[in-house]
């Protein structure tokens, strides 16, 4: 039996969770808080790598963020919606690790796995707490319900106005080490077509620091990472005075 996490981040494909937020991760790394993300997909769309490539290449990035897990529900890219099988997979995963809070992707954007993957977290924050929304884990166990305290929504391709902003200065080179793991996904002039992500970008790396700068900025900070809640954040005024 796996121990309980305080944080669990849901992304739609492997590489996701660590550009839109792996400063923040570090940083709960570093504070000594279990951390675990669960990709939904390969990412078996893309064009770049393979599949196994790709499991490598993630493991180094989660090594590097020093995460206490790191899965892959196997669910379709390209496909991924909310549907039976892909809530129940979520609720278990979210009463077998039972963390306090939850991250998802925003629920806009560019990409409709993003969108997708937003909503499934929601759903799946909702009924981890329903008590005859019956999952078992291992299979034949029946769990207990479970709700974290909070769902956090992250930025991927769209812009939000964001709820707040973590400061990731001194934590940002090992996000970009993280992204940097990824190699396959690179840009790579013989495969000669337009890249599909932001990492096959020529200039990703400029691309990912001008964001966390603007985001930093707003801040007073050198860099920066942005988040959004739809439920009301409780606020301490001793945070400025
Ligand atoms: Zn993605």
Same mark, same amino acid.
Do not use: C, W
């Given at each position: 039996?796996?121990?309980? #996490?305080?944080?669990?981040?849901?992304?739609?494909?492997?590489?996701?969770?660590?550009?839109?937020?792996?400063?923040?991760?570090?940083?709960?790394?570093?504070?000594?808080?279990?951390?675990?993300?669960?990709?939904?997909? =390969?990412?078996?769309?893309?064009?770049?790598?393979?599949?196994?490539?790709?499991?490598?290449?993630?493991?180094?990035?989660?090594?590097?963020?020093? #995460?206490?897990?790191?899965?892959?529900?196997?669910?379709?890219?390209?496909?991924?919606?909310?549907?039976?099988?892909?809530?129940?997979?979520?609720?278990?995963?979210?009463?077998?690790?039972?963390?306090?809070?939850?991250?998802?992707?925003?629920?806009?954007?560019?990409?409709?796995?993003?969108?997708?993957?937003?909503?499934?977290?929601?759903?799946?924050?909702?009924?981890?707490?329903?008590?005859?929304?019956?999952?078992?884990?291992?299979?034949?166990?029946?769990?207990?319900?479970? =709700?974290?305290?909070?769902?956090?929504?992250?930025?991927?391709?769209?812009?939000?106005?964001?709820?707040?902003?973590?400061?990731?200065?001194?934590?940002?080179?090992?996000?970009?080490?993280?992204?940097?793991?990824?190699?396959?996904?690179?840009?790579?002039?013989?495969?000669?077509?337009?890249?599909?992500?932001?990492?096959?970008?020529?200039?990703?790396?400029?691309?990912?620091?001008?964001?966390?700068?603007?985001?930093?900025?707003?801040?007073?900070?050198?860099?920066?990472?942005?988040?959004?809640?739809?439920?009301?954040?409780?606020?301490?005024?001793?945070?400025?005075?």
């Amino acid at each position: 039996m796996s121990s309980n #996490l305080d944080v669990l981040i849901f992304a739609a494909h492997p590489d996701d969770a660590e550009i839109a937020m792996g400063g923040t991760i570090a940083k709960f790394s570093k504070n000594n808080y279990k951390v675990g993300v669960i990709d939904f997909t =390969r990412g078996e769309l893309g064009s770049r790598g393979s599949k196994e490539i790709r499991d490598k290449e993630s493991a180094d990035a989660s090594k590097i963020l020093k #995460l206490e897990v790191r899965e892959n529900l196997n669910l379709p890219d390209g496909r991924l919606s909310l549907n039976d099988e892909s809530l129940e997979k979520t609720v278990t995963k979210i009463r077998q690790y039972k963390p306090k809070i939850l991250f998802a992707p925003y629920l806009n954007d560019r990409h409709p796995d993003h969108i997708a993957a937003g909503n499934i977290v929601k759903s799946a924050f909702f009924f981890s707490g329903v008590v005859k929304y019956l999952t078992e884990f291992p299979p034949g166990t029946a769990q207990d319900y479970y =709700r974290p305290k909070k769902l956090f929504y992250y930025m991927l391709s769209f812009e939000f106005k964001p709820s707040f902003i973590v400061d990731v200065s001194d934590v940002f080179e090992l996000k970009i080490k993280a992204i940097e793991a990824y190699k396959s996904q690179f840009f790579n002039e013989e495969e000669n077509r337009a890249p599909a992500t932001l990492i096959a970008s020529k200039n990703f790396k400029d691309l990912i620091s001008s964001r966390a700068r603007n985001f930093g900025f707003q801040i007073r900070k050198e860099f920066g990472e942005p988040f959004f809640i739809e439920e009301g954040l409780n606020f301490d005024f001793n945070t400025y005075l």
